[in-house]
């Protein structure tokens, strides 16, 4: 799995985010699409991780989520 396109846009974020100083405007709107945002890559960040660990130790079907919880073996 090539991952390239994913790593640069997860730096070019870290660097976004590292230009934020307590003397940045940020309207309501801004600050609550910021947290929706962070919030969906910190839950994403441990699915992914955790179906990495999955395919890597060579289960099959949905990674992360037990035999019960997987549409496809209902």
Known sequence: MNITE???AY???IKAAEGI?????VTGTERADVDWR???ITLSDRI???A???ILGGAE???GRSRHACPSRR
């Open 21 to 25: 100083t307590d003397s940045t405007p």
């Open 48 to 50: 992914l991780a955790s």
């Open 52 to 54: 990495a660990r999955d």
């Open 11 to 13: 730096q070019k974020l």
């Open 61 to 63: 079907g949905c990674p």
């Open 6 to 8: 994913l790593a640069d």
């Open 38 to 40: 962070l919030a969906h």
